[in-house]
């Protein structure tokens, strides 16, 4: 079975984890650091906006379940494309709209993708479409982290309902194992 890797930032990546780890046919989903200037950065160092890094997951799915395509409508549904270096109450650079993309067919597909989007929206996106170059997995505390803290006031309040909101969206690519 031949998998492929997808890396996405739109906003504290705890949210995007969560829902991901629920999408049939994503098999791994790491939350990490991209698109910065400094090596093996820190959580504390990205959050100082300092590093040029975006929080973001990287996925590990197989595209005979869900395709590139399915993974980006998503990631456009679960988070606000339009607000500049801020999700909700997350404000910063590491918490802005990007797709890092690992070959021209991912780039080709997420230009695709934004196009549409930009249909759907009432604000222009924003979203930075660039090449990956390194990627930092971020600390272990970070990894799984909705599910190890479900009750944890962020957690209650802000990745609960983005998951609920991709459950009732897409009931049918919902991992039946979760």
Not at 138 to 160: K, S, W
């Amino acid at each position: 079975m031949a998998t492929e890797t997808a890396t996405l930032g739109g906003g504290c990546f705890w949210c995007l984890e969560a829902v991901y780890q629920e999408l049939n046919g994503v098999q791994q989903v790491e939350s990490g650091y991209s698109g910065g200037h400094v090596a093996n950065p820190t959580y504390e160092q990205v959050c100082e906006g300092t590093t040029g890094h975006a929080e973001v997951v990287k996925l590990t799915f197989d595209p005979e379940v869900v395709s590139y395509r399915e993974i980006l409508e998503i990631f456009f549904t679960i988070h606000d494309p339009t607000t500049l270096n801020r999700q909700g109450n997350d404000v910063g650079t590491q918490y802005r709209s990007v797709i890092f993309y690992q070959t021209p067919e991912q780039q080709e597909t997420a230009k695709h993708v934004i196009a549409e989007m930009a249909n759907v929206w009432d604000a222009p996106i924003v979203t930075e479409l660039k090449p990956l170059q390194e990627y930092y997995k971020a600390e272990d505390y970070h990894q799984n982290y909705f599910r190890q803290h479900p009750l944890q006031g962020y957690c209650a309040f802000i990745v609960a309902p983005k998951v609920a909101k991709f459950r009732k969206m897409f009931t049918d690519k919902v991992n039946a194992a979760q």
